[in-house]
Nanobody, 118 residues
Framework: QVELVESGGGSVQAGGSLRLSCAAS????????MGWYRQGPGKERERVAA???????TYADSVKGRFAISKDSAKNTLYLQMNSLKPADTDMYYC????????????WGQGTQVTVSS
């Protein structure tokens, strides 16, 4: 079965950087549409970044210019580089495999926690 495993979360001070990784098993990241989501307590899960099969990317307005999504085909891994982190970025971050036709998530990872202190 498809498995997505996130890593790279942690605690960082405001202004710092983190890189999240999502290693995929039994799923070809390079040929797929993929996304990163985040969710905090009592909040709806929101998509922060997505990458589509032709390389197009989209970002939530709140992270544009600070976050960058990328793939490494050789490692079958999705990344989220997060720079200039703010306390408002504190959330659980999830990797998702998306349907390329609808954009909706089909498979989820277990999540990795990001905490940004002021």
């Amino acid at each position: 079965q498809v498995e997505l495993v996130e890593s790279g979360g942690g605690s960082v001070q405001a202004g710092g950087s983190l890189r999240l990784s999502c290693a995929a098993s039994k799923y070809a990241v390079s040929r797929s549409c993929m996304g990163w989501y985040r969710q905090g307590p009592g909040k709806e899960r929101e998509r922060v970044a997505a990458m589509f099969t032709l390389g197009g990317t989209t970002y939530a307005d709140s992270v544009k210019g600070r976050f960058a999504i990328s793939k490494d085909s050789a490692k079958n891994t999705l990344y989220l580089q997060m720079n200039s982190l703010k306390p408002a970025d504190t959330d659980m971050y999830y990797c998702a495999a998306l349907s390329c036709s609808t954009g909706y998530p089909m498979f989820w990872g277990q999540g990795t926690q990001v905490t940004v202190s002021s």
